[in-house]
């Protein structure tokens, strides 16, 4: 393998599997739904690098790019490649503890695009949901059980406070699974790539943190009634039932029947009520 002969050994920490499948690659670049040549090109980031396949691609293709690259020893060798390019910047070290830094010293990406860690890739693309920066677009290579966990419908055993939270900003689509196979080295579990386009007709309390904690509440725990969830959170058991009742809901459901859509309406219910 390439890697090892240049010296390079993956760190089991940083949960790293490359995706070495080109035809794979270029099956997910193609979802960044790029515009053509006669636009601006557009600025996107890159979650997790490593020895810079997808890289090369999108610098091939004319993006601006921003790569976060936690391992000092890809990192290296990325600065050594690309560093001299004017549209590629690198931040190296932790994605959750430098994409603030980021952000503040250039404009929102356009994209957001990565095979992204499996033990913190919700916590990743939470972080960004929650901290505001939502482009038009993001593209990510992830667990099979956390896609899963991101496409689910109400009433999914998948069905989550986290559903919820990409689904109020996003629409979400698995576009299609990766065998192990086509990563070095192989993980133990199937892959599957998730596009997610960002949502014109988004509820307006979506990204509010209110709402997530909101939902978070809601979703506690499992087999009690959103009544009972929500009241452990303080709502007011008087203001919960006015509002399921002018929503039409029953008085008994859990939060895993309910659509985006209507926990956003019993929220903005509530939060007119002054809980």
């Not at 090109?41 to 610098?59: D, Q």
């Not at 990325?78 to 010293?105: H, I």
């Not at 482009?135 to 099979?144: A, G, N, Y």
């Not at 009972?228 to 303080?234: D, E, I, Q, T, V």
Request: with cysteine; net charge positive.
């Amino acid at each position: 393998m390439l890697l090892e002969s240049m010296g390079f050994a993956m760190q089991k920490r940083f949960g790293q599997n490359f995706l070495v499948n080109q035809g794979a690659r270029q099956r997910l670049f193609k979802l960044l739904a790029l515009p053509g040549s006669d636009q601006p090109p557009p600025r996107c980031w890159e979650i997790g690098p490593g020895f810079g396949a997808m890289t090369a691609l999108a610098l091939d293709a004319g993006l601006d790019l921003s790569a976060f690259e936690i391992d000092h020893g890809f990192a290296r060798f990325l600065t050594d490649v690309y560093g001299s390019l004017p549209t590629f910047r690198l931040y190296e070290g932790d994605f959750l503890a430098t994409w603030r830094r980021a952000r503040a010293e250039q404009p929102a990406p356009d994209c957001i695009f990565g095979n992204l860690p499996y033990n913190v890739a919700s916590a990743m693309i939470a972080a960004l949901l929650e901290g505001g920066l939502t482009p038009p677009r993001m593209v990510f290579t992830i667990q099979k059980e956390a896609a899963e966990r991101m496409t689910a419908k109400p009433g999914d055993k998948d069905y989550s406070s986290f559903t919820v939270l990409c689904h109020s900003l996003y629409r979400v689509r698995k576009a299609f699974d990766l065998s192990a196979g086509m990563f070095w080295p192989q993980p133990r579990v199937v892959s599957s790539v998730v596009a997610m386009e960002l949502r014109a007709d988004a509820p307006s309390c979506a990204g509010d943190k209110k709402f997530t904690r909101f939902t978070r509440s809601a979703f506690a725990a499992r087999r009690k009634t959103l009544r009972n969830n929500l009241k452990a959170s303080g709502i007011a058991e008087a203001a919960f039932d006015a509002a399921v009742e002018s929503l039409g809901l029953a008085p008994d459901v859990r939060a895993e029947r309910l659509s985006v859509e209507q926990l956003a309406s019993l929220f903005q219910l509530l939060e007119q009520a002054g809980r």
